[in-house]
């Protein structure tokens, strides 16, 4: 025991003044851009995103006084950062459609307010946690103005 902790010792010395890794040890760098707890920019077209984004949406839609209901139209900015699962960081807009929240519709279904006098968009950032073995997601943020 006390011999392998000597070793272990000597390689990372020489490691350490080298700077070199030697053939017989195992180590590698592997660059998948993705670390644990380091956000990291992600394709707003993702189909995580866009769920991400759809669970904000009806975050907002339930906590508003509005009669129609909201959708996303344009995802600027996501990011996305492992924690204890997925935690997404969004910049996007919503509008106003033409769906009343009494009719209870699918929102893909809705279209946008072309009536000036209703239409509204609404600059907005979400973080949304994304647990995929529970099945959960949460909105812990979610600025809209």
């Known amino acids: 025991m006390q011999l392998a ?3 272990l010792a000597l390689g990372s010395l020489v490691l350490s003044a080298t700077g070199d890794l030697t053939p017989d040890v195992c180590s590698q760098i592997f660059h998948s851009g993705v670390y644990p707890g380091f956000p990291r920019t992600i ?3 993702d189909p995580g995103v866009l769920k991400a984004a759809r669970y904000s949406i009806e975050r907002f839609n339930n906590c508003t006084n509005d009669i129609f209901l909201f959708k996303e139209s344009h995802i600027r900015i996501a990011l996305v950062q492992i924690v204890k699962g997925l935690k ?3 910049d ?3 509008g106003r459609t033409t ?3 009494t009719k209870h519709p699918i929102l893909d279904n809705c279209d946008f307010q072309t009536n000036h006098t209703l ?8 973080e949304v946690w994304v647990i995929p073995w529970l ?3 949460e909105v812990p943020v979610l600025h809209c103005h």
């Open 119 to 126: 239409k509204m968009t609404l600059s907005c950032y979400s």
């Open 92 to 94: 996007m807009e919503i």
């Open 43 to 45: 394709k707003t077209n």
């Open 5 to 7: 902790c000597a070793l």
């Open 135 to 137: 099945h959960r997601f």
């Open 88 to 90: 997404y960081m969004l």
């Open 99 to 101: 769906c009343k929240k």
